[in-house]
């Protein structure tokens, strides 16, 4: 079984940048794409990124291109969100994610474990 913890998250205000980490235990992650998931009050999950088993593909939803970083440390065992230019609308519970695959997806059926979610609020 895998575990994930995320951390990082905060209050920052808009134009502000914020850094997540996703530590996994169990067993090691480096073979799975991982992902960055989050929810808004009253909204669905949403995908934000993805990053390939090797780190050499990454995807974002249109909304955080330019202003999102997904990157992974397989050595650590460890994936990052580094978000910069931050606005309201990206206030939510940002959740990591494991792939049961290797390819970077938005597909969330295609996660099978999941973190606790770190709070992420923008706001002046």
């Known amino acids: 079984q895998v575990q994930l913890v995320e951390s990082g998250g905060g209050l920052v205000q808009p134009g502000g940048s914020l850094r997540l980490a996703c530590i996994a235990s169990g067993r090691a992650s480096s073979n799975y794409a991982m992902g960055w998931f989050r929810q808004a009050p009253g909204k669905e999950r949403e995908f934000v990124a993805a990053?390939?088993?090797?780190?050499?593909?990454?995807v974002y939803t249109d909304s955080v291109k330019g202003r999102f970083t997904i990157s992974r440390d397989n050595a650590k065992n460890a994936v990052y969100l580094q978000m910069s230019s931050l606005k309201s609308e990206d206030t939510a519970v940002y959740y990591c994610?494991?792939?049961?695959?290797?390819?970077?997806?938005?597909?969330?059926?295609?996660?099978?474990?999941w973190g606790q979610g770190t709070q992420v609020t923008v706001s002046s």
């Open positions: 990053i390939s088993w090797n780190g050499g593909n990454t």
């Open positions: 994610a494991e792939s049961q695959g290797i390819v970077a997806t938005s597909i969330r059926s295609r996660y099978q474990f």
